[in-house]
């Protein structure tokens, strides 16, 4: 397997502009957690899926920010309208479980730039 | 609410062991213990993790004190490629990977 896939690696856009960002997770896993880092903040769990099912998005910052997981092998993270306080790295990773006992993989990010 | 504690960075000369140390004094009866850490730019990579014995993979060696209140994950021959943050974090019945601040270790040639 290829690991967590994310794309765009990086993306710029201009304030009150959608943003999309995507995620294809690990065959199989049945968990997926979408985090922000910022250096003010560090990492912080905005939402996970359990099964496509959203089960907690209590980290979601605001209704600007959504998710969705249509299928297992695919989830997008949405900001409209965007602002420059949601420049960011946002990361995506899966997990076969969770609860303890297995590891989550993470994917290589985007780097989120709003200006 | 972080449920860790880890010092902000360490420094550890190339080749020797480096020994990270973690104090998690409320953890529960179902929760392990995890280790991650990140190189500069990259998503957070898994190390190992335990519950009450002490684990050693092809990266690393897990202590986890017989009261399971704190923990060290050493590394044993350190080298460059080692630095970053490594992130110590509890997991159990809730499905949540929260993470704290890490320790930001720093290997010295």
């Known amino acids: 397997d290829a690991g967590v896939i994310q794309s765009p690696r990086h993306e710029v856009t201009e304030m009150g502009q959608e943003v999309t960002l995507r995620c294809k997770p690990i065959s199989g896993h049945d968990y997926l957690f979408w985090y922000r880092q910022t250096m003010m903040r560090g990492l912080e769990l905005l939402i996970y899926f359990n099964n496509n099912v959203p089960i907690d998005d209590s980290g979601m910052p605001e209704d600007r920010f959504s998710a969705k997981m249509p299928n297992a092998s695919f989830s997008t993270l949405k900001i409209q309208p965007s602002e420059p306080r949601d420049s960011a790295v946002y990361f995506c990773a899966s997990s076969l479980t969770a609860g303890g006992g297995t590891e989550a993989f993470f994917g290589q990010g985007t780097r989120l730039t709003v200006v | 609410d972080a449920k860790t504690t880890q010092p902000p960075s360490m420094d550890c000369a190339e080749g020797r062991a480096a020994n990270l140390p973690c104090n998690h004094s409320t953890i529960s009866g179902n929760e392990y213990v995890y280790w991650y850490r990140q190189i500069h730019s990259q998503g957070p990579q898994y190390i190992i993790h335990?519950?009450?014995n002490n684990e050693t993979n092809e990266m690393a060696s897990l202590i986890i004190t017989e009261d399971r209140k704190s923990s060290t994950l050493i590394l044993p021959h350190a080298t460059l490629r080692d630095t970053a943050v490594y992130y110590c974090l509890l997991q159990g019945g809730n499905e949540k990977l929260t993470f704290g601040t890490g320790t930001r270790l720093t290997i010295i040639p």
């Open positions: 335990g519950l009450k």
